[in-house]
C-alpha cells in the first residue's frame, strides 16, 4: 500500500511539474507579423535601386524569452523586388533567418528601476539564415546566405500585445541576380534596408 502512495504521489508531482514548464514555454513564445518597406543598396549592375524600393514586404516570425534580457527569433520573410515602371524586371525572396535578441531597456531595468513597468521594450537582432532568390522573368533560383542586424522597440499595448517597428539592415552572400532579376555574376554581395511596423501577440496567459 505505501508503494501504491508512494508512487501515485511521484506520478501527480512529475505530471504537476510538466504542466508548470508546459505553461512556462508558452509564457516565453510569442508570434509576430509584419509589414512594411524594403530599400535596395547594392548590386548596382546595371540599375538604380532606387527603382526598385519596395512596399510589397512581409514578416512573420516567434520569439522565445530565455530570461527578460535575451531570447530567439526564427523569422520567415517575403520581399518583392520590382522596376516601379516594368513588370517584368525584378526578384522574389523567401527569406529565412534564426536570431538572438537582447532587450536593452530589460538590461538597464538591473540599475535603474524606472524602466520596470515601462510600457516600451527596445531590442536588438541579430542572425544568420538564407533566401531563395527567384526571377520574375526566367527559371531558376539564387541561393543566397544572409546576416542581419536589426533594432526593434515596441509598445505594449496589454499584457500579451506589443507594438513594434523593426528596422533591419541585410547582408547577402553569393549573390547572383541583381534586383531586376538578371544576371549579376561580377558581385558576390548585396544589401538591403527592411522596415516594418507589425504587432506581435505573446501566446500564454
Known amino acids: 500500500m505505501k508503494k501504491r502512495i508512494l508512487f501515485a504521489v511521484t506520478a501527480v508531482l512529475a505530471l504537476t511539474n510538466a504542466k508548470a514548464q508546459q505553461g512556462d514555454f508558452w509564457n516565453k513564445t510569442s508570434l509576430e507579423l509584419g509589414y512594411g518597406y524594403a530599400m535596395p543598396f547594392t548590386?548596382?549592375?546595371?540599375?538604380?535601386?532606387?527603382?526598385?524600393n519596395s512596399f510589397v514586404n512581409f514578416t512573420?516570425?516567434?520569439?522565445?524569452?530565455?530570461?527578460?534580457?535575451?531570447?530567439?527569433?526564427?523569422?520567415y520573410a517575403f520581399h518583392k523586388f520590382e522596376h516601379k515602371?516594368?513588370?517584368?524586371l525584378g526578384v522574389d525572396y523567401h527569406k529565412f533567418m534564426l536570431e538572438g535578441t537582447f532587450n536593452i531597456l530589460e538590461s538597464l531595468n538591473n540599475s535603474a528601476s524606472y524602466y520596470g513597468n515601462s510600457p516600451y521594450e527596445v531590442q536588438v537582432h541579430a542572425g544568420v539564415g538564407g533566401t531563395f532568390a527567384k526571377p520574375t522573368q526566367g527559371k531558376g533560383t539564387n541561393k543566397m546566405g544572409n546576416l542581419q542586424i536589426g533594432l526593434k522597440p515596441s509598445f505594449k499595448t496589454s499584457e500579451r500585445v506589443s507594438l513594434f517597428l523593426d528596422v533591419t539592415y541585410v547582408s547577402n552572400f553569393n549573390q547572383k541576380l541583381g534586383y531586376n532579376g538578371l544576371s549579376a555574376h561580377d558581385i558576390d554581395n548585396?544589401?538591403?534596408?527592411?522596415?516594418?511596423?507589425?504587432?506581435?501577440?505573446k501566446l500564454g496567459r
Open 60 to 75: 512573420g516570425g516567434v520569439n522565445y524569452d530565455l530570461n527578460e534580457v535575451w531570447g530567439l527569433r526564427a523569422t
Open 190 to 201: 548585396g544589401s538591403y534596408l527592411s522596415a516594418n511596423i507589425g504587432v506581435q501577440v
Open 85 to 88: 515602371n516594368t513588370d517584368n
Open 43 to 52: 548590386p548596382t549592375t546595371n540599375i538604380k535601386t532606387s527603382d526598385y
